[in-house]
């Protein structure tokens, strides 16, 4: 009977009552988004650390509805996952950053960088549609790296078997696949070893807050020596200040994204920046 009681008070809570309808409300608009084309994709420099130029770009989801304040995607995305309508989003989302890109590596021999939702890669279609956006782009498949979170290969089952199945026939074209927010989630290591991966992207969380803190430093070297051992490209997400970039260039990561560097910018504002860090 308490059991039966707790249940109907978390069933009648006004608050998640709210909260349902919010999310209702939330998936309405974002169909209604959809089908006005109020989705653009933005871009953030990944540099390389070594010489300091851009070595790739982040495509980032952003939502602008007219005379409305931006919706951020910590907020979108859950909800276009929750409903489905992320498949949807996320082709046209790679589908925008393939042909942006595409003039990007033929000037410049900038790569590419799309997150991908575990919904997509649940998605029977997912291998054939990515596959046609590269082609239809003139992106070559080796300047394509696909972002996923290491839960969606770690989960046994058939959606880590749909999700691998899709990876393989990827990489087989020569797309490459990142581990994002790397260091957050299940971090099994032995999987780390066998998973068809090519990049470690560091969770922003290490980077340290405390320039003098001895133990947040270990870490992060921890983290980049493990990725440099099995032979992965490692990026570090979230570098904000001049000693994170210092502190990765002496532990020997790759490349970096952050704040420092730039902050994720539209199409060609992409264009211009690319225009000057060759110049430079
Ligand atoms: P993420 O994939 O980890 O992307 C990096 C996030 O960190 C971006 O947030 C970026 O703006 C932010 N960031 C970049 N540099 C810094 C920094 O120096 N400091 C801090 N504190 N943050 C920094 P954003 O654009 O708000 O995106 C949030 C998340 O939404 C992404 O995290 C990703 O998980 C998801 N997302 C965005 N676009 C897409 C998309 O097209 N498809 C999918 N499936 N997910 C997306
Ligand atoms: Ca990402
Ligand atoms: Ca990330
Ligand atoms: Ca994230």
Same mark, same amino acid.
Do not use: H, V
């Given at each position: 009977a308490k059991a039966a009681g707790k249940d109907r008070a978390v069933m009648f809570d006004p608050r998640l009552r709210q909260e349902q309808i919010d999310r209702v409300r939330m998936v309405e608009r974002l169909r209604a988004g959809l089908a006005n084309d109020e989705f653009t994709v933005h871009y953030q420099p990944i540099v390389d650390?070594?010489?300091?130029?851009?070595a790739a770009v982040e495509a980032l989801a952003r939502w602008i509805p007219p005379g409305s304040d931006p919706i951020g995607p910590d907020c979108f995305i859950p909800a276009a996952e929750d409903s489905g309508l992320i498949i949807e989003l996320g082709e046209r989302v790679l589908r925008r950053a393939c042909a942006d890109a595409a003039a990007w590596h033929r000037g410049h021999g900038v790569a590419l960088t799309v997150n991908v939702s575990p919904r997509q890669l649940a998605d029977p279609a997912f291998a054939a549609k990515a596959r046609r956006a590269v082609a239809d782009s003139g992106? *070559? @498949?080796?300047?394509l790296t696909l972002e996923i979170t290491e839960g969606v290969l770690v989960n046994a089952g058939t959606q880590a078997d749909q999700a691998l199945s899709h990876l393989a026939t990827l990489r087989g074209d020569g797309i490459r696949v990142a581990i994002d927010d790397?260091?957050?989630?299940?971090?099994s290591l032995a999987y780390l070893r066998d998973?068809?991966?090519?990049?470690l992207k560091i969770d922003?969380?290490?980077?340290?807050?405390? *320039? @003098?803190?001895l133990r947040q430093k270990a870490l992060v070297r921890a983290v980049v020596d493990l990725a440099r051992s099995l032979d992965l490209t490692t990026v570090a997400e979230g570098v904000e200040t001049p000693h994170h970039a210092d502190l990765l260039r002496e532990l020997g990561c790759d490349r970096g994204q952050g704040y420092l560097f730039a902050r994720p910018a539209p199409a060609a504002r992409v264009t211009a920046l690319l225009a000057a860090d060759q110049a430079a």
């Open positions: 650390l070594r010489d300091g130029r851009i992106l *070559p @498949a080796r300047a790397f260091g957050t989630g299940y971090s998973l068809p991966i090519d990049t922003k969380s290490f980077m340290p807050a405390d *320039p @003098a803190d």
